[in-house]
């Protein structure tokens, strides 16, 4: 199954598709493919695997804690791969959400390889554009990996355009400008995105940061193909693996209760 | 030529000297560092702007600044030693050059609020100055560990008007500093500019850093022409970031018989694996926003750099340097924190003059460079800035308070 299948399956049922964060090695190895699981099983259609990095500029405080967790109790690259094979095995769909500086060292092809290799559908770029990506669409392309690139509200009608035509599988829209973490409502940016991006594709999109609850993802769903939440599960891993099931299940009733934008 | 010509040597449209520079930035910034290369395009061009930035260089910071020869100094260094005094300007160092330059474009560009980094302090100092001067609001961000290292110069900037926030991430020092100013910036970027202290970061940042800093290369130049009637054999600058060094070696970088030489500190020495010495034994990858040579494990992961001199305590550099050790134009070598200090101690007490520890490594350098070129030899080192802010780990390190000579 591809990632244009999962949003196909969930359009097909007229709601949106649930996309969960958690950080491969978080809180251990074995202990973010059980939770992956359970968030599969409870109501997620596709897991961003996490890459832990040193300096992560794109999250807030709950990430950040939650990769420094991992790399000091000895996450290595290596273990992404398997973890991401765990979501394959289980019968889950992955991909792996990572900053470039571990790509570029692992090798942009070997790790595109290794992905795929792994039953990884795509990558999702925080701090790569597309245009410093020319490696990574060669790699992609010799893989058959999808690429999911990010729009914001400042991007330009032309960059919004020239991201789009980048991407496969799905675009990312920040709903807001800053970094990752629960926030209390949704941001009223987010729907103006995804009408402009609406103007120049038609990918699925996916809306994230910020989100925690069911009814923000019925918000969200109002109007994005798909709703996309980190914190809160790195937040409810970090409590139990019940608090991670109870968390998918309130989300995925949400993108199915969709609310009309106002 | 112009601090503001247009040079062969300028990046490309997006920012690669060769393969290294560039952006490696979230999307959300694009349009800021979009909208900052845009203005200083125009800004560089435009004589009111390089007027008033000359203006404050003279009036304000107290350029140019001297080229002083060092003749004792020199007798351990076997060739004849001029020192750039960058040490003399306003707030102490080189950084006020840079300072200045985007304090102005913030002000071109409208925006009211400024964040930066820093680590020992000078950069934050020297950014706190130029929004007291110009009326900006000044956020400074500064490693926690750095905060209580260098407390006097949080309260400097206090003084200045400026709020200070100690980063308590990872290893809570500058590059953590700088996480947390691009973190604030992403948030913020409608009101605020990000004035980067170093020659690094996502293009047009390398560029209008340096050129800001060219200044330091044009005055070199014309000095040691007019007082020692040639060029010398060789720029040396000690090299963190590298924006002094950057700053220097583009007044010499056509004069291609000038050899530039950068110092990178060599911490506990290189096969300690504590140092900070990027150039000499990083190795390639995307850090802060530009392609460059990074302290980086073989996961990717950055490693943290360890320097006696906070200043030079980077595990990145500018990815211009990068450029020139590719093609050969300049080359880098470390030294230890033993041999920084020693050169700091014989600076002081054979001239009258107290380095700061980052300079301390260029000088460190010169004394390593000096026998090879012999007492006809001209080198032109670049004191960066001076040393008072580095007093409490000269106390400690040649327990001076204890009746200690270094």
Known sequence: ?262 | MGQFTPTPHDPDARGHFGPWGGRFVPEALIAAVDELAAEYDKARLDPEFVNEFKRLLRDFAGRPSLLTEAPKFAEHAGTRVWLKREDLNHTGSHKINNVLGQALLTKRMGKQRVIAETGAGQHGVATATACALLGLDCVVYMGEVDTERQSLNVARMRLLGAEVIPVKSGSRTLKDAINEALRDWVANVDDTHYLLGTAAGPHPFPLLVRDFHRIIGIEAREQILEKAGRLPDAVVACVGGGSNAIGIFHGFIDDTDVRLVGVEPGGSGLDSGSHGATLTAGTPGSLHGAMSYVMQDEDGQITEAHSISAGLDYPGVGPEHSHLKDIGRAEYFPVTDAEAMEAFALLSRTEGIIPAIESSHALAGALKLGPSLGPDGLLVVNLSGRGDKDMDTAVKYFGLADGGQA
């Open chain 1, 1 to 262: 199954m591809s990632l244009s299948d999962v949003f196909a399956t969930a359009r097909a049922e007229s709601r949106a598709a649930l996309i969960g964060y958690l950080p491969a090695g978080f809180p251990t190895v074995e202990g973010s493919k059980d939770h992956l699981r359970s968030m599969i099983e409870s109501g997620c259609d596709l897991v961003e695997v996490g890459l832990p990095f040193s300096d992560p500029v794109m999250d807030g405080p709950t990430i950040q804690a939650a990769a420094e967790q991992a790399l000091s109790a000895g996450f290595r690259v290596r273990d992404l791969f398997d973890v991401v094979a765990a979501v394959a095995d289980a019968g889950g769909r992955a991909v792996v959400m990572t900053y470039w500086n571990p790509v570029l060292r692992y090798g942009v092809d070997a790790f595109a390889r290794d992905l795929a290799a792994a039953g990884g559908l795509g990558i999702i770029t925080p701090d790569l554009v597309p245009d410093e990506a020319e490696d990574w669409m060669a790699a992609s392309a010799a893989h058959g990996l999808d690429r999911t690139f990010l729009v914001a509200p400042s991007s330009t009608e032309e960059r919004i355009a020239m991201t789009a035509r980048a991407s496969s599988g799905f675009l990312y829209a920040t709903a807001v400008m800053g970094v990752t973490g629960a926030r209390d409502v949704v941001s009223s940016a987010a729907p103006a995105l995804v009408a402009r991006v609406r103007e120049h594709t038609t990918l699925p999109v996916g809306v994230g940061l910020g989100v925690r609850s069911g009814a923000q993802a019925a918000e969200i769903a109002g109007f994005a193909d798909g709703v996309i939440v980190g914190s809160a599960f790195v937040t409810a891993a970090g409590e139990s693996d019940a608090a991670v099931r109870a968390l998918a299940a309130d989300l995925a009733q949400g993108v199915r209760s969709a609310v009309a934008p106002v």
